[in-house]
């Protein structure tokens, strides 16, 4: 009896479940990050059917960052009131229904095509506001504080999961069968990944395969693992919790880098795909593969960041050097896209342009801070004031660029744009945010 008993003490293990759920964020990561370049890959051979020019252009891949920008703080609000699980599943089947109308735009009268493109952008952008606060909230719940760095750091390589899986396919989609399918086939797929999300994804304390021995390795570590729910019935946006962040000068600095850190994705996201089919001469077909290298490099760069700040953790270095190496050191590599400017050959544009992905994603791990400093009933909304600020970059970035070309008629000044932002996202870390530390509310939430 007694070894028998041994046995099964031996035998019980700690389950593995986060990382299941880790691999539910990439996913849909993934598709919702595909779903805001399809119009990059699809730009080309629209502009040139329906007569969209560069600056609409900029305005259309700007569309979705408008309303991205206004919806941050409700999309906070609705997080931590309704639950992360919730509100990101609802909202990943509405945008995917909202990019599969995308692919009927063309039908429609010659004079509403940009407006109603626009508009239906636009729409995304405010269904799609959850996703970067969702994936931090569910990620604070799921994963204590010495793995959040890696655990964030893999769930943005989503955006190089989505150019190494996604963008090829799409460019495919646009050379055999025309722009219109890559709307329909993304907007398609991520409607069944809504229904796969709505059956799979739980919070900590309800999921069915979580043991007790995960649980209490949640715990101990940090993570939330009841998922805020403890403040939902009372949580609303107060100008108390505003104040606590836009008062803060380390906020202040962290928001300027996500700014810079996003305007190097914006460009990626949007002009980059089209600087190397009108920039470079190459088709669209060859666009898809070329794009692979550097997506490969970013997402090396991004476990690679949340693994050195993770390992710089564990050895006892402060949250401050911990988080402000990789992110420092990745903006700086990135800025190499200045490089191209001062080159013809294909090869090394590709290679620069690999490096600078590489150092967006070393940089990516600043992430991990919005669960590091924020209260844990505020998660959600740190995490929409944070993506608010480096998504008006992405209202700003594609329109320059737009403006630049249309001026110019090259990407040099663009290129020098986006440059300057690695450089000024670099020092806002050194400058400015200080040691990085946990906010301190002045109300106990439990009063709240």
Known sequence: MKDQTLDLAVVEKRSRVRYGTLAMLVIASAVALADRANLSIAGSAMSAELGIS????????????????????????????????????LALCIWSAITLAQGFIGLGPTGWVVAGLFALRFLMGLVEAPLSPGNSSITASWFPVSERGTATSVYNSAQYVAVLVFVPFMGILVHKAGWEWVFWVMGGLGVVLAGVWAKTMHTPMQHPGVNALELEHLREGGANVEGGSAQRQNSRIRLVDLKLFLGSRQMLGIYLGQYCLTSMQYFFLTWFPIYLVKGRGMNIVDVGFVAMLPAIAGFIGGIL???????????????????????????????????????????????????????????????????????????????GLFNLFGSISGIVTPIVIGYALQATGSFTQALWFVAAHGLIGALSYLLIVGKIHPLAHPINPRRM
């Open 305 to 383: 960041g949340g693994m050195l700040s993770d390992g710089l953790t564990r050895k006892g270095y402060s949250l401050s050097i911990a988080r402000k190496v990789p992110f420092v050191t990745g903006l700086l590599l990135s800025s190499s896209v200045l490089f191209c400017n001062f080159v013809d050959s294909t090869y090394v544009i590709v290679g620069l342009m690999t490096l600078a992905l590489f150092g967006k994603g070393l940089a990516a791990v600043n992430f991990a801070l919005v669960a590091d400093t924020a209260p844990r009933h505020l998660v959600g909304l740190a995490g």
């Open 54 to 89: 560069p600056i609409q252009l900029g305005y259309l891949f700007s569309a979705f960052s408008w309303a991205y920008v206004l919806a941050q703080l409700p999309a906070g609000w609705l997080l931590d009131r309704f639950g992360a699980i919730r509100v990101y599943g």
